[in-house]
């Protein structure tokens, strides 16, 4: 299957950790790559390979990965990080790619 | 600076054929490693990647749309276009470009949207 599951929403405490997960075959191949998209916007890379940021993204954002499952953590919660969050990755043929339907993280 | 925009009609009928464009600047289509995919957005609904075209002119498109796609670059205009066949109220979406670095394998910059709507 090339499918990549992740929970509907979650929501966290102003300054607390929040770990959005996202389960798929091709993640045993792959690594996922993460996405912010806040209302009205375009998404935005966060994490991409191992656990990488693009330059810009704030370092309370990391990346891990085992076996089917990719997590993205966000360590320390601002309000600005209150957006939906996509994981996306290649599917299992490799030429494909495939996202997630995505996490609406609600800071409180 | 990498940027990229699209454009294209924001209405189109039933049946008819859309054709986006995407432009682009701060890098080149000509260069190893560099592709351009298009995604799309349902209102309210999840990202779903449709195509890429790669710096040595590989094309891939998704599974389910396969047969409506076809992709296509301008090196020298920076242009990537997209055309879908027999459109459909479903194909309603706002429409991305994105550059893939195959360095990094994923779409690391992305263009602002075109929202299209498809109705009679």
């Known amino acids: 299957s090339s499918e990549l599951t992740q929970d509907p929403a979650v929501s966290v405490a102003l300054g607390q950790t929040v770990r959005i997960t996202c389960q798929g075959d091709s993640l045993r191949s792959y690594y996922a790559s993460w996405y912010q998209q806040k209302p009205g916007q375009a998404p935005v890379l966060v994490i991409y390979g191992k656990n990488n940021r693009p330059s810009g993204v704030p370092d309370r954002f990391s990346g891990s990965s085992s076996g089917n499952t990719a997590s993205l953590t966000i360590t320390g919660a601002q309000a600005e990080d209150e957006a939906d969050y996509y994981c996306n990755s290649r599917d299992s043929g490799g030429n494909h790619y495939v996202f997630a339907t995505g996490t609406k993280v609600t800071v409180l | 600076q990498v940027t990229l925009r699209e454009s294209g009609p924001a209405l189109v009928k039933p049946t008819q054929t859309l054709t986006l464009t995407c432009t682009f600047s701060?890098?080149?289509?000509?260069?190893?490693?560099?592709?351009v995919s298009w995604i799309r957005q349902p209102p309210g609904k999840a990202l779903e990647w449709l195509a890429r075209?790669?710096?040595?002119?590989?094309?891939y498109y998704s599974t389910s749309l396969k047969t409506r796609l076809t992709i296509s670059k301008d090196t020298f205009k920076n242009q990537v276009v997209l055309t879908m066949t027999n459109m459909d109220p479903v194909d309603t979406a706002t429409y991305y470009c994105?550059?893939?670095?195959?360095?990094?394998?994923?779409?690391?910059?992305w263009g602002q949207g075109t929202m299209v709507t498809v109705s009679s």
């Open positions: 075209i790669d710096w040595d002119d590989d094309k």
């Open positions: 994105a550059r893939i670095d195959t360095q990094m394998g994923a779409f690391d910059i």
């Open positions: 701060g890098f080149s289509l000509s260069t190893s490693g560099m592709c």
